[in-house]
């Protein structure tokens, strides 16, 4: 059974290394800081090791060749446990997160098209936060 920290909990798929991963991971870490995301958490998760290799695939709709990634989980009371967010309005493309948006999921993947460029933005980062807030 797992234990509660925080209401909310963000899931980063990364690898040991990955300068893109750090750099999401920095600015996760700068953002539930600040006092209006102080219901998340954090949770990095190593997809390198066999119990990362198990939890990114348990989502079923991140890709492997668009990492890093997160998804955002809900403590749920009645299971005693974190819970992924569904994406409450699944479409293919979002205004402020383009094609790194999940479908399924609330969450992000890095899109490495020439649109997307690599780059998950603090503002990307806000707009799923905010979203999975309002679910």
């Known amino acids: 059974m797992a234990k509660k920290d925080k209401d909310y909990q963000i899931m980063i798929f990364g690898k040991a290394g990955c300068d893109k991963c750090a ?4 600015r996760v870490d700068s953002l539930i800081t600040k006092p209006d995301w102080q219901e998340f958490g ?18 079923e ?3 492997p060749q668009r990492i890093p990634a997160f998804v955002v989980q809900k403590w749920n009371d009645k299971t005693k446990s974190y ?6 309005s699944p479409s ?11 479908y399924t999921l609330m969450g ?9 460029k690599g780059l998950i933005s603090p ?8 979203e999975a807030k309002s679910v």
């Open 108 to 116: 992000i993947q890095t899109d490495y098209t020439e649109r997307g």
């Open 61 to 63: 709709c991140v890709n």
């Open 23 to 26: 750099v999401l991971e920095k």
């Open 83 to 88: 819970e992924n967010v569904q994406n409450p």
């Open 42 to 59: 954090k949770l990095k998760i190593d997809v390198e090791s066999e119990e990362g290799l198990v939890e990114f695939c348990q989502c």
């Open 123 to 130: 503002k990307m980062i806000k707009s799923v936060l905010q």
């Open 92 to 102: 293919s493309e979002d205004d402020v997160c383009g094609n790194s948006k999940l």
